[in-house]
Nanobody, 115 residues
């Protein structure tokens, strides 16, 4: 059974940083594409970033490019998302996803950017 558990969300001021983590189990993490998506209040799910397990290549939505960095630790079956220069519009529940779609995903972690 695929299990994804996100953590690291918090309340942060504009311009601040956070590091999100996703602990994965129930599948071969090192051979799976992994993604981050988010859902802001009243809005649909939005793709944020993905990483290729083999090449390590990553991609980002235009809205976060240059500010967010996705990475992974295959030895610890953990996916990360470093969030820098946070903006109010980054406020959302962030989910990690196995693969390139929107499911399966974890329960999410809340990121709130507010002054």
């Amino acid at each position: 059974e695929v299990q994804l558990v996100e953590s690291g969300g918090n309340l942060v001021q504009p311009g601040g940083s956070l590091r999100l983590s996703c602990a994965a189990s129930g599948f071969t993490f090192s051979s799976s594409f992994m993604s981050w998506v988010r859902q802001a209040p009243g809005k649909e799910l939005e793709w944020v970033s993905r990483i290729n397990t083999v090449s390590g290549r990553s991609a980002y939505a235009d809205s976060v490019k240059g500010r967010f960095t996705i990475s992974r630790d295959n030895a610890k079956n953990t996916l990360f998302l470093q969030l820098n220069s946070l903006k109010i519009e980054d406020t959302a529940v962030y989910y990690c996803v196995k693969g390139l779609g929107y499911t399966p995903r974890g329960q999410g972690t809340q990121v709130t950017v507010s002054s």
